[in-house]
């Protein structure tokens, strides 16, 4: 099993201090990636052709890019296509994150777009689907989350489900007022992703206040294929530990 580590940078990051990131990588990943693991970093768009130059080609780590429209062009002001993101060097796609949806109106249906976007010229999408914590505190979590994972993925085959990656972040657990969720309160929701995509896709991703003290317990919870890091993997030196855990936790 390949255990999935990488973070997205939101909007942080100069060109200098992606820059300064991107080599630091290169240079600790010389050797290839860590035995198992398989790293990704989702920089902001200006970043995306720096990132791509620093890291090579060759570069064992996925480079992806926080959105994209579901058209291949036209008349969408301030958009970037998937065509365009995969000229500037992205391999993968972030769909439907909660600060997406929250504020920019990303809907299942947009979300569906986008992933048959990114498949049909050959990028990975990463679905991010997660509940709020009201829907938590109804007992509705497993129900709400399958929803918009089947709203996003309707209509894929077997192959194309095949090359999607799903990232549970419960709202409730990300950003800088996150609480970070308990390994108890995380069986429930992946035993249902587990049981619905297990198997069928690439992997199924935990992403809210993970850090340095809680990755390693998070890995251990069953169906949980790797990590979707925030602020803890903004230094490079954190982003590294996180890879050294992986490995750690692959190894076993």
Request: glycine share 12%; aromatic share 8%.
């Amino acid at each position: 099993m390949t255990l999935w580590i990488g973070t997205s940078w939101k909007m942080t990051k100069t060109l200098a201090e992606a820059r300064a990131w991107a080599e630091g990588l290169r240079e600790h990943l010389a050797g290839g990636a860590p035995a198992g693991v398989q790293p990704f970093v989702i920089p902001s768009f200006t970043a995306t052709t720096t990132v791509r130059e620093i890291l090579g080609e060759d570069s064992p780590v996925l480079l992806g890019v926080q959105n994209a429209h579901w058209e291949d062009a036209g008349a969408w002001t301030g958009e970037v296509s998937v065509p365009q993101a995969k000229d500037a060097g992205a391999q993968l796609v972030e769909i439907g994150h909660s600060e997406r949806r929250e504020h920019f109106g990303e809907s299942v249906e947009t979300t569906r777009w986008k992933v048959a976007a990114a498949l049909r010229h050959g990028l990975t999408p990463l679905l991010c689907i997660g509940e709020s914590l009201e829907v938590k505190d109804a007992g509705g979590s497993a129900e709400f989350i399958l929803e918009q994972a089947a709203g996003a993925l309707d209509g894929l085959d077997a192959d194309e489900l095949s090359r999607v990656v799903i990232a549970y972040e419960p709202i409730w657990a990300i950003g800088e007022k996150g609480r970070p969720a308990t390994v108890r309160e995380l069986i429930e929701p992946f035993a249902a992703l587990g049981e619905a995509y297990g198997g069928k896709v690439t992997g199924l991703l935990y992403g809210g206040s993970v850090n340095l003290d809680n990755a390693a317990d998070l890995l251990g919870i069953e169906h949980v294929t790797g990590l979707f890091v925030g602020r803890t993997a903004w230094e490079l030196e954190g982003y590294l530990e996180l890879l050294r855990i992986a490995e750690a936790h692959a190894a076993v």
